[in-house]
């Protein structure tokens, strides 16, 4: 086990504690919820704000829609090599109830995952540079 720190893959989207967070923003006026985060207009076609709010977002939710990833994805994106293949879930967080979309954990394919199922926001390890090793976050389903 490597001794060197744990690093966010891409700096500003998710919390790096045990119980990771997605961090979005929410419009100030309408409160539309956003990620990534925003910060010039609010895209709530009934709203004409540009303040907004940092906020963490619901870490669990349901299963929306599902697919696999049989291709390796383009740069700045890094795929373990050789490239196996991953299932990527549509997921409605709890609070917002806005869909995010997000790779599932590895081990967890698409036979194993159903619409509607239960999932938690976790890091999980994408590679490692000289310096850290690079965390990402990714969707888990929740023990029954």
């Known amino acids: 086990m490597s001794d060197k720190p744990l690093a966010p893959a891409i700096e500003g989207w998710h919390t790096m504690g045990d119980q990771p967070h997605l961090i979005g923003t929410r419009c100030t006026a ?17 709203c004409d704000s540009t303040d907004f709010e940092e906020v963490e977002l619901s870490r669990t939710g349901t299963v929306w829609s599902y697919t696999n990833a049989c291709y390796e994805p383009p740069a700045p994106f890094v795929a373990p090599q050789p490239f196996e293949p991953y299932a990527i879930a549509a997921v409605q967080l709890e609070a917002e109830q806005m869909v995010v979309l997000g790779q599932v954990v590895t081990g967890v394919d698409t036979e194993q995952l159903s619409v509607g199922m239960p999932v938690e926001l976790v890091l999980e390890t994408l590679h490692e540079t000289d310096d850290d090793i690079k965390v990402t976050w990714k969707w888990k389903p929740v023990a029954a």
Do not use: A, L, R
Not at 30 to 46: A, I
């Open 30 to 46: 309408c409160g539309t919820y956003f990620f990534p985060k925003q910060s010039h207009y609010c895209k709530n076609p009934d």
